[in-house]
């Protein structure tokens, strides 16, 4: 409600008050106002003491590859409650098995987190902290699904003087404007006046061992200057590099939804460069070893560009700007030359085989990796699958070998049984999708003898990562291809 000049009349909490009154009135209300944010002020800004000391608990709503490692932590600090409502994965967890690898099995049974599958064990918790992913729909539109739900088992235990952060990447204003009403409606709580929510997008590199959790610096926001101080002060027990303090939680958001589409773009300039380059005959990699003697050329590499971040951010930008009017351009541009490259690479190991005097239909590859990166388990969102099912398409006949990947995510996702190394036998191509370590250690003469019998000069390899010496490999007889 407006008064005659044109401002917003709200209480405490923003809650909407008339105008009119005596003078008296007004200045009873103001002090009001005063004393009660001074009172929610003071309240919030000592839960962290009491975090602290270990007399309120920090609740993890999610724990994938980003809640885990962040419980983990936490729990070194603090005492937590560790919820996903995956029943499996809570039960391995309690065994001391670490599926993600992100925090590893040893540390895992160390670990003081109550692991929980109860959604009501989260009552006992006044810090929350969301971290569910946020995928996207066929049709490449934001899903919200799993970031609702978490809010919907957030409101209907959530108590008084909570704060809650979501770290799941969103597009600006999915915090406050999509998740706060479900937790107002669900707890029959006010935001503002009952609890305070803020956000910190996670920024782990799944598989990296150098740039941990810890070791980066940590965005945090919040409704308010009480908020964020808290969310700040309980992330900083943590972070050994330290927070930086976004001024608002929509700015927060587009940080980290930003951060990806820009590695996205550069990515897809690489990609595009070296399908050029490929039909003018000329080595990217080389091309790149050239251009990199500069010292300001940014050393980006061609690639499958997948996952649950670099491959999925991008399109909650998009889509948030075309709700606005806006039809991206740049940001668009890249994602399609980014989601065509298994498709490019599929077209390519078939032109091999061509050239090689292989019948297409019929001939057996293997794939080696199928993770969305190096040296990590998770399959989601992998671009290596593109380049298989197109293979498939053309009759091939393929086996898939990664020794890091989770078998049981594989088989449930994509329905591939993945094989030994040691199984791989009478192969026309081999294919090395992703840099695992133990891939990286093998040589092209080890892998002549998963190559048919009596074949020479005909054995096609297909190194997308470029891990093998091209010039080596083509001494021994390999008709070579690399991205």
């Known amino acids: 409600m407006s008064s005659g000049n044109g401002l917003k009349l709200t209480g405490c909490g923003g809650v ?22 001074s009172n929610l002020g ?16 920090i609740g993890v709503i999610g724990l994938g590859y980003v809640g885990l490692p962040i419980a983990a932590a936490l729990s070194k600090h603090a005492c937590v409650v560790g919820f996903d409502i995956n029943r499996e994965k809570v039960k391995r967890y309690l065994e001391g098995i670490d599926a993600t690898n992100q925090v590893g099995n040893d540390r895992l049974k160390e670990t003081s987190i109550h692991f929980t599958w109860d959604e009501g064990e989260l009552q006992s918790c006044k810090f929350l902290i969301v971290a569910v992913p946020t995928p996207v729909c066929a049709d490449k539109t934001p899903d919200l699904t799993p970031v609702i739900n978490a809010s919907r088992t957030a409101g209907r235990n959530l108590v008084k003087d909570a704060v809650i952060v979501y770290e799941s990447t969103v597009y600006p204003g999915v915090t406050e404007d999509v998740c706060v009403p479900i937790l107002e409606e669900e707890s029959g709580l006010k935001c503002g006046v009952d609890f305070k929510i803020g956000y910190s997008p996670e920024r782990i590199n799944p598989g990296d061992k150098i740039n941990r959790l810890e070791t980066i610096v940590k965005i945090v926001s919040g409704m308010d200057p009480q908020s964020l101080e808290i969310i700040a002060k309980v992330y900083e027990m943590i972070i050994e590099a330290g927070v930086h303090r976004a001024e608002s939680i929509k700015v927060a958001e587009a940080a980290k939804v930003i951060e990806n589409a820009q590695r996205d773009i550069n990515i897809a300039f690489m990609n595009e460069l070296s399908i050029v380059f490929n039909k003018m005959g000329i080595d990217t990699k080389a091309v790149l070893e050239a251009a990199g003697t500069k010292w300001n050329f940014l050393k980006f590499s061609p690639g499958l560009v997948g996952g649950h971040c670099i491959g999925i951010d991008p399109y909650y930008f998009i889509y948030k700007a075309e709700e606005l009017g806006y039809h991206s351009q740049i940001i668009l541009s890249g994602r399609r030359i980014n989601d065509d490259m298994g498709k490019f690479v599929a077209e390519n190991v078939v032109k091999k085989l061509i050239l090689a005097d292989k019948q297409i239909k019929g001939a057996k590859a293997a794939v080696f990796g199928i993770t969305f990166k ?37 088989q449930n996702e994509y329905g591939i049984d993945l094989k030994s190394i040691n199984d791989v036998r009478d192969i026309d191509a081999a294919v090395f999708a992703v840099s695992h370590k133990e891939f990286v250690r093998i040589g092209p003469g080890d892998i002549k003898p998963m190559f048919k019998k009596g074949e020479k000069n005909n054995n096609v390899l297909i190194d997308i990562k470029g891990i093998f010496n091209k010039k080596e490999a083509e001494n021994m007889g390999y008709i070579y291809w690399r991205l």
């Open 42 to 57: 003071g309240f919030f800004l000592n839960l962290y003491e009491k975090i602290k000391n270990k007399k309120e608990k």
């Open 16 to 37: 909407p008050r008339t105008a009119g009154g005596s003078r008296q009135e007004k200045v009873k209300e103001k002090q009001e106002v005063k004393c009660c944010a």
């Open 374 to 410: 190096e040296n990590c388990p998770d399959s989601r969102n992998t671009k290596v699958v593109d380049i298989i099912n197109e293979l498939k398409e053309y009759g091939m006949d393929i086996v898939v070998v990664d020794p890091v990947a989770g078998r049981e995510e594989v």
